[in-house]
């Protein structure tokens, strides 16, 4: 009964943190908005006339770069391998689940496995390919972060309070890796099935595939020592995709008829990442991803109204490639009342 309670405790927490979140986040880049001038806005947007679908392709090259990390993750472990278009589809399926269900990102990841188990891919091999080409896209985003922190000192005054804050979370994000390292040394689920003894919470997952658990631990080692060709080669090519989204913003700036410069576009876009790690808990990061995009071009700066418009084309890009994916999705079966809850649970790969 205590076990019950905690568990609805923690439910009902999470729920009011995500919506403070999500209202803050809405409420913030309203004020950005209001202060850029609509009108001033609307101009902005215009200026991209006819070549509006042309802010799609960056990001179509992140889809590419982000599903070849993904194929060359499937190491020595696999007993299965699937064609590079095949995991484009079921990458793009999962990233549309990540966009709607507030999971911090984990929903997406398992429909992923669970659409690998689909076309015959044992769940142990879909599992381990999963983790471990998350581990080496955090990786790589860290990387990204640190490329982006160095390309923006040229740009913030010496002893401004955003120069700090670039450090900060730098120093930060690399510690965020080495935790992760740690863990996953450990074993990653070793690690979650042994804090969640220590918690009022029972998650019956856990304790039910404990063995299934102990030898995903294994392979995941195991890539990541023996296996150091894909792992760098995996790290290397979602680098690379970090990269190239950086290359959405030269390109909505260039159209907008005020272009920047290629350090500048990095270092935005590796920030505008922290922002949305931050709204991890919020569907979409939204409202949270709005603000964070309209105080980095303020930080550099560029014109509010360019910041609030290029949010704004961010948000209807993501819009874009998550209706695109969730049609994928629907031609695998399931309903998106019953993937929303099982995603939310973890539990759509069983």
Known sequence: MKRHDASAKGKMWRGWIRWVLLAAGLFLFAWFVKRAGPAEIAQMMARLGWAAPLVLLPYALVYVLDTLGWFIAFGKYATQRLPY???????????????????????????????????????????????ASKTCQTLAQVIFIALGALLALPHLAPGSGARTGVWIISVAAWGVVGLLFVVQRIGLFTAVTALARRLPVKVGVLETHRDQLRELDRQIYGFYHGDPLRFFGSTLAYLTGWIADSLEIMLVCWLFGEPVAWSEAVAIEAFIGVAKALGMFVPGALGVQESGVALLFQLFGL????????????????????????????????SWRSLWKRAKEGSVGE
């Open 85 to 131: 278009t095949t995991l484009f589809r079921v990458r793009w399926a999962g990233e549309s689940v990540n966009y709607v269900v507030p999971s911090a990102y984990i929903g997406g990841e398992a429909v992923k496995a669970w659409l690998l188990h689909k076309r015959g891919v044992s769940g142990l091999t879909g599992g381990t390919s999963v983790v």
């Open 303 to 334: 014109s509010p109204a360019m910041g609030a418009a290029y949010a704004l084309i961010r948000r209807g890009r993501e819009v874009v490639f998550a209706v695109a994916g969730g049609f994928i999705l629907s031609a695998e079966g399931p």
